[in-house]
C-alpha cells in the first residue's frame, strides 16, 4: 500500500563535480520573520538560507529544482527546513563562497512584526557536467484522488536507458515504492512508456489524518544510467539526499510530482 506522501525537496548534487565554472553574484537576499517559534537567531539563519538559495538561483544552477521548491515552501513543512539546514551545511556550502555578508532588521507596523534581512555576494561553483538531454518524464498523475484510490503512471527516460527508483514520504517517514519485493530492479529503454505498478500489483492511496481534508502529496523519481541502489534500511529526507548526492549529476534525472488525496 502507498501510504499517503509528503514533499521532498531539491534534488542537486554539489559533492560529485568533475568539471566547473565560477560564477560571482551579489545582491541576493533572504528574509525571515521572528516569531513566538523563531527566535531571532534563528530567523537570520533561515533568511541566510534563503539568501543562498536566491544565489544559486542566480547563477543559473538547476533552474528545474525552484519551481518543484515553491510547492515545497507553500507547506511550510518544519521537517524540510530542519533537512534543509543538515543539506545547507553538507551541500550548499561546499559549492558557494561568502565574499560579503549583511544582516539588517525589517520592522512591518501594519504587522508588528519583525523579520531579519540578509543580503550576500558569492561566488558559486556551477555544474558543467550536466546531461541536459537526459531527461525523466512522469505521465498519468492527476492532481487529486479520493481516498482509497489506485494510482497508476508511466515513466519515460528520454535519450537514455535507464532504472529508476521511487521515493514517497509521510509524517511517519519514507518509503521505497519502487524496485520493491514483487519487482526487481530492471534498465528501461528510452523514449518508451513504462506503465507503473507492474506485476498486478495496486499502489493505494491512503489519507490518514482526520483533521484535514485533504493532505498534500509528492512523489520523487530518480533515473540513474548505472544500477546504483538505494541500500540504506531507514528512509529519510538525509538518506535519501546522501544517496542523490553519490551520483554524478551527468549519470541521473529526477522528476517530482505533487498530487492530493481527499475525502
Not at 154 to 170: E, G, H, K, L, Q
Request: hydrophobic share 40%; with cysteine; net charge negative.
Amino acid at each position: 500500500m502507498v501510504k499517503q506522501l509528503l514533499v521532498f525537496l531539491l534534488i542537486f548534487s554539489p559533492c560529485l563535480m568533475t568539471a566547473q565554472k565560477e560564477v560571482k553574484v551579489q545582491g541576493c537576499t533572504g528574509i525571515w520573520t521572528v516569531s513566538d517559534d523563531i527566535t531571532p537567531r534563528q530567523a537570520e539563519e533561515n533568511a541566510l538560507m534563503e539568501a543562498r538559495k536566491e544565489a544559486l538561483r542566480k547563477a543559473g544552477v538547476f533552474e528545474e529544482v525552484w519551481s518543484a521548491f515553491g510547492q515545497i515552501s507553500e507547506n511550510e513543512n518544519n521537517q524540510f527546513y530542519e533537512v534543509y539546514s543538515q543539506v545547507n551545511a553538507l551541500a550548499i556550502g561546499g559549492m558557494m563562497n561568502l565574499t560579503d555578508k549583511k544582516v539588517t532588521n525589517s520592522w512591518d507596523p501594519a504587522t508588528q512584526t519583525l523579520s531579519k534581512v540578509v543580503t550576500i555576494s558569492a561566488v558559486v561553483k556551477v555544474d558543467n557536467q550536466t546531461d541536459r538531454e537526459f531527461v525523466l518524464q512522469v505521465n498519468g498523475i492527476e492532481t487529486a484522488y479520493k481516498n482509497g484510490s489506485g494510482l497508476s503512471f508511466t515513466v519515460r527516460p528520454i535519450n537514455r536507458d535507464a532504472y529508476i527508483t521511487i521515493f514517497w514520504f509521510d509524517d511517519q517517514g519514507g518509503s521505497l515504492v519502487f524496485p520493491n519485493e514483487a519487482e526487481s530492479p530492471r534498465l528501461f529503454k528510452a523514449d518508451t512508456d513504462h506503465p507503473f505498478p507492474g506485476n498486478g500489483l495496486k499502489y493505494e492511496l491512503s489519507k490518514t489524518s482526520r483533521n484535514r481534508s485533504f493532505e498534500r502529496i509528492n512523489l520523487l523519481f530518480v533515473a540513474t544510467r548505472q544500477n546504483i541502489p538505494f541500500t540504506e534500511k531507514n528512509v529519510t529526507f538525509e538518506n535519501v539526499l546522501k544517496w542523490v548526492y553519490s551520483i554524478p549529476s551527468h549519470d541521473r534525472a529526477t522528476a517530482m510530482q505533487l498530487l492530493q488525496i481527499t475525502d
